[in-house]
């Protein structure tokens, strides 16, 4: 292979590598979204949280009131 063409081969290798690693795309899973998950809930609210879950198969996905007095997706009340 002649020098020149080496150098060529070499520039185009250098310049998709680049364009790749500039390109914004993930090339892992290791993105911000895949990595949070949202708060626990802890003492009562975790036993509560637990058996809701248990009751749904697992997959179960609390919605957090945007607004109101009350901005907690369990709200437990002692009668």
């Not at 250098?14 to 895949?34: P, R």
Request: proline letters at 6%; glycine letters at 6%; hydrophobic letters at 40%.
């Amino acid at each position: 292979m002649s020098h020149r063409l080496r150098i060529w081969c070499t520039a185009v290798a250098v310049a998709l590598v680049i364009s790749t690693l500039f390109s914004g795309c993930s090339l892992s899973a290791l993105d911000a979204q895949s990595l949070m998950r949202p708060p626990r809930p802890t003492g009562e609210r975790a036993q509560i949280h637990d058996e809701l879950e248990k009751s749904a198969g697992g997959s179960l996905t609390l919605k957090y009131p945007s607004r109101g007095n009350t901005v907690r997706p369990l709200l437990c009340i002692a009668w």
